[in-house]
């Protein structure tokens, strides 16, 4: 049994977006130093962190200085380079481990892990050469979305596709990337569960929420989701499944379809904090953000009951203006990131809506 981190020690995150300013926010409060890593030096995980690297994800030799400078290292972006994790994992725990980093990585190779362990995807088939094109809109039926396997966020990299004939068109404006087909769901509900597992194998996970998209970018979470409690156990289930299946230490989010029927089908996994997570800030006494710091140090899990009921909604882009609006506003919890520049589509912060506890969940 590993012990658990003293206060004091150093955590390295890999990223220094508004997930690693949360999250260095979180290990402060138990007593812990984050050190982020990120090639942007305004990062802003860097203005609440005891120490920073600023230096490409690439670079081995910053890495390997990174890993002895910390006690753990964790991300809060998927996309770290394999070279830097494996001259890094020689030195420093990695929690999650690297080959749970790599199945969420390539949505093919996710794909192919939930389907291997029983869980439902939309149909789906790997897209790597002209060849695939025809077969793999057989398999899907049409629309579908092609998406790129690697480096797609908030709707990047990704092409509907409505008519068999579009697809070579689709493919070619992802410059015939390495991707995948997915059939089109028609989805009642989108739910995510954030699901945390520690070192000791415990699993807790948060009550499943309702999410609504916005052109493809998270618009509002609710909590508790709305689907019936038969769903809510299933989805709670297929999280556990998967973070146990993954032999996941620390957190993963699991966004899921809903479907009319009362099928759960998982569209995507990643193995760090969420955005759909935000609301247990102020709706949990333990966010997700604690409960990852809590992993990743060896900490025990906390309760991740709620409190609250929540309403989460992402202020993008110019959407943040309204902060002097918004910070007057009771019951209202405003959290802004600290990004110097707003640009469309960018999340700039978000704010939470409480209400009283509603239900047993
Ligand atoms: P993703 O980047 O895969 O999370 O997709 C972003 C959003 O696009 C999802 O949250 C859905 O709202 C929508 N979407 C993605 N894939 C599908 C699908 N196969 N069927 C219907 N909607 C989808």
Same mark, same amino acid.
């Given at each position: 049994m590993t012990t658990p981190l003293p206060p004091g020690a150093w955590i390295g995150i890999f990223g220094g977006g508004q997930l690693g300013r949360m999250a260095a926010v979180a290990a402060a409060q138990l007593g812990y130093k984050c050190h982020i890593f990120s090639p942007d030096a305004d990062a802003p995980a860097k203005e609440v962190s005891a120490a920073a690297t600023t230096a490409p994800y690439e670079d081995i030799n910053a890495a390997r200085a990174f890993a002895h400078a910390v006690d753990v290292v964790t991300f809060e972006f998927e996309n770290v +380079? /394999? /070279?830097?994790?494996?001259?890094?994992?020689?030195?420093? +725990?990695?929690? +999650?481990?690297? /080959?749970?980093l790599h199945v969420s990585q390539d949505r093919a190779i996710e794909k192919s892990f939930l389907n291997d362990h029983g869980i439902g995807t939309a149909p789906w088939a790997p897209v790597n050469s002209a060849d695939d094109l025809s077969s793999a809109a057989i398999l899907t039926g049409v629309p579908a979305i092609l998406k790129t396997a690697r480096f797609g966020y908030d709707g990047k990299g990704q092409v509907r596709v409505d008519n068999g004939n579009d697809i070579a068109a689709a493919w070619d404006s992802i410059d015939n990337a390495p991707a995948v087909l997915e059939g089109f769901v028609d989805f009642e509900q989108e739910i995510s569960v954030i699901v945390a597992r520690g070192i000791d194998g415990a699993t807790q996970s948060y009550v499943p929420v309702d999410n609504v998209h916005r052109d493809h970018i998270l618009f509002t979470t609710t909590a508790p989701s709305t689907v019936a409690d038969d769903i809510t156990d299933k989805a709670r289930h297929i999280a556990a499944d998967i973070v146990i299946a993954l032999d996941l230490v620390g957190l993963l989010a699991v966004e899921m379809f809903v479907l009319r029927d009362g099928e759960v089908l998982v569209n995507e996994i990643a193995p760090r904090p969420h955005n759909s997570g935000h609301w247990t800030l102020d709706g949990c006494a333990i966010s997700q953000f604690e409960q990852f710091i809590r992993a990743v140090a060896g900490l025990p899990l906390g309760d991740p009951s709620r409190h609250s009921d929540a309403v989460m909604t992402n202020l993008i882009g110019g959407e943040a203006d309204a902060w002097a609006d918004i910070v007057v506003e009771a019951g209202a919890c405003l959290h802004l990131y600290g990004k110097a520049e707003s640009r469309p589509g960018r999340k700039m912060g978000h704010v939470t809506r409480l209400s009283p506890l509603s239900g047993s969940r």
């Open positions: +380079p /394999d /070279d830097t994790l494996a001259a890094i994992s020689e030195t420093v +725990p990695v929690r +999650p481990r690297v /080959d749970a």
